[in-house]
């Protein structure tokens, strides 16, 4: 087999870029290690970026993400129960909408199937080979049979788990990683969200989101030691902890009710630099990861491969090597901006282990500047809402 580029992982990365290459006219093959039905059941992220639905938009598969995702033109910030808004509408003239990872890629792969993609599910130890070389190549296993796909480049979008990441050398590669002291408890109910926008919340007992999925599904969360276990959780201490840090005002709206999924997520920040190698590209979590606060993960994935397509489509258009060289470059510009918004809205609204007196002060002094300032809500809801792909 032979294609043009050749993309490992089929989460929002791979797919989103394989229907880029697509409607550019590039050849793709698309390798993922799992079924279609695991990659499409993961719960992961749920708030999308402006230009991450506009793109979506542009690639004609945004429907159903316009018929029912939830368009916010505002957040809102809870300290001690006392909260305020943040108007990211009137401050920027973007939003976000809340439309959940799982969703997002059932689009994807349903547009896949129309348009001819090419995907290969439960394609087993898939290897990238010869990435410093002008013929790089793939092989995997599928049905116990060897396979190999020759092609001009190699796209990494695995993850940080994946194999991808480990092709570029110890002496190339240089990793930055922050591991925090705490995780997410996170819990999806049937049941109406408490508000119409999210809510992060700083309480003097950690951290607490409320969020949702849809008018009928809500997702909240709860800071927690990173040795909590689920079993020490049962339905009615959560409840009870995610009233008590949202405040009564939030706490009003919240309606209980058994949770159906239920999970610990820890917390990380993490860049691996360069972003290429030879002919091998990364993309999405196979480089970066950022703690969820942000909601920056799936919306960096894509900001990667709009530009990581772009240089392809130089490199066969014009042929041009300027947009391939610059991109690792051009990416961590953007990746290293989220990181820095993620780990400071992170470090803004959880308790940290030894927080004293002092920095607790200070997280409210610098949060009630927030709550009165225009210039200041204005940073938050420019980070919130995406910056531009420059």
Known sequence: MRTQIAVIGAGPAGMVLAHLLHRAGIEAVVLERRSRDYVEGRVRAGVLEQGTVDLLDRLGLAARLRREGLPHAGTNLAVDGEPFRIDMQALTGRCITVYGQQEVMRDLFDGAEERGLSVVFEAEDVRPHDVETERPYVTWRRNGVEQRLDCDFIAGCDGSHGVSPGCIPDGVRREFERVYPFGWLGVLAEVPPAHHELIYANHERGFALASMRSPHRSRYYVQCPLDDRLEDWPDER???????????????????????????????????????????????????????????GLNLAVSDVVMLAEAFGEYYGERSSAGIDAYSARALARVWKAERFSWWFTGLTHRFPGTGPLERRLQRAELDYIRGSRAAQTVLAENYVGLPIV
């Open 238 to 296: 959560f409840w009870d902890e995610l009233c008590l840090r949202l405040g009564p005002l939030a706490a009003a709206g919240v309606v209980r009710g058994p949770s159906f999924e239920k999970s610990i997520a820890p917390l990380r920040s993490f860049v691996a630099e360069p972003m290429r190698h030879g002919r091998l590209f990364l993309a999405g979590d196979a480089a970066h990861i950022v703690p969820p606060t942000g909601a920056k």
